[in-house]
């Protein structure tokens, strides 16, 4: 039995104090105050940390920091993986809960799918963190901290509109858009970040979509979404299209890629069509910087990448752990933006930054990457 178990069990037991602060904090969150009124000590303090998928590098290195900063700050934590599967990360949460967690840390895989699993977490008066993801229609979660979500998509038009000079009236380019998995909340704010920078050209003439796969509004984003972020999919799903739209010379000149999961089967689709690095590589987007993704925008495969420092996103969540501990006011700063269904959920925003081949030394200098893993 590892100490956090065997807390949890004495907790479990002697649960009454400690609940029934939880509970108070909860009362005062919902009647609209971020301070908390603290949950005990940081070592009676059990955070379940649920990730999605062990496939995806960012995700590693997400849980991996954020455990290790909990663990170096005396909390106890219990991190666990789904495989993308959500009945696993369901049964994942009512283990913690049952294990008796104090706070639950939730990168969800399916943003609708856990409001009865968080409806017994509340009964228990965890506090619940969304991390990365939002949480949908639910009350039953306190916080939620991210990275501009909107903003990422922002960036990634933006770079296609100024590496084509749309602004000044070039065109026309075939553009194939892509989106992210329709179960997934950011994947929404994404594509309307990007769409509410291209559209406009779209409707100029100056960006054609030959697949015909240009969702009319920014609500029918999941009409080209690619369930589960799945690389392969992405890749097949590019190769129709080039199939069945490209026959007889007619070139793709932009892809509008959501993230680098997505961009590294896109670019094996174009690698597998003929495309080859050089001036007319198709202008290709993505995010999270991934390892394989810089080494793709290295070698002329892959135009940007929009990074999302991880480490800030686990210091800022272990910051709001921190404060909930101690009983201090939970810092946010958008109130706004996430509706949840339910509610708005107080939120932590963290800026995104564009990485192209010519600025990779930043991940290197921040010590996001050794050298050596980008081959420099
Ligand atoms: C994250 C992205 C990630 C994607 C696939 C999104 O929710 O914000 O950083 O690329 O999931 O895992």
Redesign the pocket.
């Known amino acids: 039995m590892s100490q956090a178990w065997k807390k949890s069990a004495i907790a479990m037991v002697a649960a009454g104090a400690l609940v029934g602060s939880l509970a108070a904090c909860s009362t005062e969150r919902d009647a609209g105050s971020e301070s908390t009124e603290g949950a005990g000590t940081v070592e009676e303090t059990l955070v379940g940390i649920a990730m999605?998928?062990k496939s995806?590098e960012?995700?590693n290195r997400d849980g991996a920091h954020l455990e290790e900063l909990l663990g170096e700050a005396g909390f106890e934590t219990s991190l666990q993986y789904a495989d993308n599967k959500v009945d696993q990360q369901i049964t994942q949460l009512e283990n913690m809960i049952n294990q008796g967690a104090d706070i639950l840390v939730i990168?969800s895989i399916d943003g609708t799918a856990l409001a009865p699993t968080l409806e017994q977490a509340a009964e228990a008066g965890i506090t619940v963190i969304a991390y990365?993801?939002l949480i949908n229609d639910t009350p039953n979660v306190d916080y939620y901290a991210?990275?501009d979500?909107y903003g990422v998509g922002t960036m990634q038009g933006e770079f296609i509109a100024e590496t084509l000079d749309l602004a000044g009236g070039a065109g026309p380019f075939n553009l194939e858009p892509f989106a992210?998995?329709p179960d997934?909340n950011?994947?929404k704010f994404f594509f309307a970040g990007a769409w509410d920078v291209l559209s406009e050209y779209v409707d100029s003439g100056q960006l054609v979509v030959p697949s015909g796969k240009a969702p009319a509004s920014n609500d029918d984003w999941q009409s080209i979404g690619v369930q589960g972020?799945s690389s392969d999919t992405a890749q097949s799903e590019m190769e129709n299209r080039l199939n069945s739209f490209y026959a007889g010379g007619t070139k793709v000149d932009v892809v509008l890629s959501?993230?680098?999961?997505l961009a590294l089967g896109i670019a094996q689709a174009l690698e597998g069509n003929g495309y080859a690095p050089g001036p007319d590589y198709p202008v290709l987007t993505g995010?999270?910087a991934d390892q394989a993704n810089v080494l793709n925008m290295i070698a002329g495969k892959q135009s940007m990448s929009v990074w999302?420092d991880t480490r800030t996103l686990g210091d800022q969540v272990a910051t709001m752990i921190q404060q909930i501990v101690d009983g201090e006011t939970v810092e946010v700063n958008d109130e706004e933006t996430y509706d949840n269904g339910v509610k708005v959920v107080p939120t932590y925003l963290l800026p995104p930054q564009v990485i192209t081949p010519e600025n990779v030394d930043v991940l290197t200098e921040s010590g996001f990457y050794a050298a050596e893993d980008l081959g420099l």
């Open positions: 999605p998928t995806l960012r995700w990168a990365d993801r991210t990275f979500n992210g998995s997934d950011n994947a972020w959501p993230n680098d999961s995010q999270d999302k």
